[in-house]
């Protein structure tokens, strides 16, 4: 059974970092895209950042410049490196794993941004 486990949120002062982390258990071949989503309480769900297994990467313009996503060399862990966070950063944090035919999706981890 695929298990996406996210873990590096919490509350930050504005102009602080994070770091989260989403690990990927149970599957038998690496992600093809591994990325993280934000999703505010009657808001959609939207993209923070994405990373390929080449390695490219995309982000969000709100977030350019001050967050990193990046991969561990087994290709099963994806991070989110949060820098500069802002009070409108705060939302629930979600990973994602797309495969061929499925995606899955982390349980999500609350970040809270205090001004």
């Known amino acids: 059974q695929v298990q996406l486990v996210e873990s590096g949120g919490g509350l930050v002062q504005a102009g602080g970092s994070l770091r989260l982390s989403c690990a990927a258990s149970?599957?038998?071949?690496?992600?093809?895209?591994m990325g993280w989503y934000r999703q505010a309480p009657g808001k959609q769900r939207e993209l923070v950042a994405y990373?390929?297994?080449?390695?490219?990467?995309k982000y969000a313009d709100s977030v350019k410049g001050r967050f990193t996503i990046s991969r561990d060399n087994a290709k099963t862990t994806v991070y989110l490196q949060m820098n500069s966070l802002n009070v409108e950063d705060t939302d629930v944090y979600y990973c994602?794993?797309?495969?061929?035919?499925?995606?899955?999706w982390g349980q999500g981890t609350q970040v809270t941004v205090s001004s």
């Open positions: 149970g599957i038998s071949v690496s992600p093809l895209i």
């Open positions: 994602k794993a797309h495969f061929i035919i499925n995606d899955y």
């Open positions: 990373i390929t297994g080449g390695g490219s990467t």
